[in-house]
């Protein structure tokens, strides 16, 4: 099914951001480079092929954190959403979408194939087919008003990263044994550094991190799975840190250490290191690329 207009309206309005993964109207009919390509259904069947492969490339003979390290990558592609939310004021539901992950199996691009979108009633395209309705806003004064649309559109944008990770969730648990808990903890970690990242983009640092909180507090289960944030500056350069709610185990594969934003990591461990790595980033743009995108 070809996109709609609210959609093709959308995506060129954020040609501005920088988005990881990359974003895609359809799905090529050209080869492309070698990887993995699955949709969701794919995604719901970790015993099967594509995604049995795509597992297997991550170098661990432990399920749970090949299921930590997939969580982690497909976060990233909450990205479409987030950034529709803070840049357009309007929320997609994907009905039908395909991930590709490059031959480094990391998230390379989500090509939209059929999507909704929700937003605000005075938006130029809310009588457009792909439209699929107005939220909620307050009939007193403008402030009021405006406040509660942006609570319906934050309540609308949980119930569409919901929608799409849950199956994801559920069916990893299964596969792997890994609580709950800790698989929502490293989808919702992607969640928050798009928040940021996009945010930052925009302009405007704070806001990004008090989405995110906002957002995230507004259902008990990702809640206790949100990281916590914090900025940290070094002259010029700022960049919002994590510490993750739970562990993705990557330190049990050989040759591989803690990461930077792990709950196991002392504090000043943790926070030398993001500083080490802030210093790096103002040197060249080259190690600005977030984890877990290609």
Known sequence: MAIGPVCVDTLQRLRGVELHPRLSAEVPSEPVPPGWIMTAADLAQPESAPLSSLLA???????????AALLLRCGWASGFAIASYLTCERVPQLDEYTLYFSERSLLHTLWIREARFYGRAGDALACADDWA???QEGDTSANASAATAVGSLRRQLLESLLRMFEPLVQAQHRWSGFSRHALWSMAVSSWAAQ?????????????????AHALLAQDPEIARAAPQLYEIRIGDSARTFQRMAACCLYFKSPGRRFCASCPVLPAAERLERNERWLRQIAQGPSLSRPVGSG
């Open 195 to 211: 928040l940021t990242g996009i945010a930052r983009q925009l302009g405007d640092a704070g806001r990004g991190i008090e989405e």
């Open 57 to 67: 490339r991550f170098a661990t003979a432990k399920r749970r954190a090949a299921s």
């Open 133 to 135: 309705g107005s939220v």
